[in-house]
Nanobody, 111 residues
């Protein structure tokens, strides 16, 4: 079983930055993909960014050039650096490792 704990969410003004962290613990397959997703009120959950064990990344078009995903394999931790935040980035952000999910952290961007 895998446990994921997110942190770093909060309230920020438009144009500001936040850095999210997610620590995974438990039985973790070596060949894994870790990712950040988000769900805004009334909308479906969407993939924000993903990173493989080897460091290959992909991003949603809406965050390219503003968000950066990274990972520390030794710590089973991923990060999401979010810059130039917009009100439409407001959502609960979840991390995942393969099919396991965290509880989420709220990000609110005020206009």
């Amino acid at each position: 079983q895998v446990r994921l704990v997110e942190s770093g969410g909060g309230l920020v003004q438009t144009g500001g930055s936040l850095r999210l962290s997610c620590v995974a613990s438990g039985t973790i397959f070596r060949d894994n993909v870790m990712a950040w997703h988000r769900q805004a009120p009334g909308k479906q959950r969407e993939l924000v960014a993903a990173i493989t064990i080897r460091g290959s990344t992909n991003y949603a078009d809406s965050v390219k050039g503003r968000f950066t995903i990274s990972r520390d394999n030794a710590k089973n931790t991923i990060y999401l650096q979010m810059n130039s935040l917009k009100p439409e980035d407001t959502a609960v952000y979840y991390c995942s490792i393969n099919a396991d999910w965290g509880q989420g952290t709220q990000v609110t961007v005020s206009s």
